[in-house]
């Protein structure tokens, strides 16, 4: 059976899902897409991912603290990597 | 597929539910003991059940701050609220000829008024700390404009009508020269602007619905609706006809309640932090 590769946007709002919800997950994952690319078309590429995984720091920072963001960041970082 | 399965998941929507029933079992069972204590124990069964349920509170709100590291937003928050519910239970203790059958000093008068001061002070600036946790996020809120205004006009309107009787009436104490009521005045302000900081903080819980920190800032906003509650019963000794014994039976439930909910939004936040560190299992 084959499947689709899910986009990492959606990758990022399916780990961050758990902790901030369906909705809040998705806007979170929309908007770091989108302040780290300035795009709005939801999408990043292997090479902007680093850049949007910094834009989440804060939030989840003032969430989770500082050590648990770090495995959070670690875990979507592995996740983009191999999803 | 890329469908994480985290193995904790499960285990974190199931924790809060099962602290929100030992919660509300705890509530019911010290609110019988103080319903059904009769004479002179009353009061000293009033006086134990407030001192546990605060230093309870405390602990659940330093079991969240224990989660965060040093110099995080929301370690510094738990931490005031956990010291916060200490002061209360040293000016509980301060109630002269109860629990510790202190005399009626000044000296005693001044040491509850800065225990009641502290507690006030320590509490409205940790629940403010968790109403601007939203704005630090830089995340937007959810729902309809109008719909954020009415919440917000609904609990700021509450929030300045409950405590407002009271406020008058212990600065008219205060300008008699009452420590005590100087500052109780200050507590009645407290009171108002914790209940005002209510609507951020549900805003805050309803944003992250479905989500594990969903649970802290639900828990933490029922517990301060707990308090503004508690403050509108003790209005139901004024209306004709209420039996004496509704409203203190009423403010005991409540207080208790207020207590054990922070207890276990402090718990709830770190076990959603907890889960955070458990790896995310995805199948191939």
Known sequence: MSTALASPVEIIATDLTPYLGPNMARVAARMCAERATGRSDGTLTPGEVERALGMLRP??????????????????????VRP | MNQPLDPQRGAVAKGPAALLSAALAVTLVLSILEWTATGFGRTKVTSSVAVLVYLLAALGAWAGAAGFEPGDHLRRAWGLLSLANVALAAGRLLFPEQLLG?????????LRALATLLSNVLGVWGTALFALTWWRTGLPLPGSRRGKIAVGVLLTVLALAVPAPHLVESIRGALGGDPYAGAMAVGDASDAAVFLLIAPVFLTARALWGGSLSWPFGFLAASCACWLLLDASEFLGDIPGAPPWLAPAITAFLRTLACLLLAIAGLSHRMAIRSSASPVVRQA
């Open chain 1, 59 to 80: 939030m989840l920072r003032t969430l989770l603290g500082r050590a648990r963001t770090d495995v959070v960041l670690l875990q979507l970082t592995q996740h983009l």
């Open chain 2, 102 to 110: 202190l005399p009626d000093t000044s000296m005693v008068a001044w």
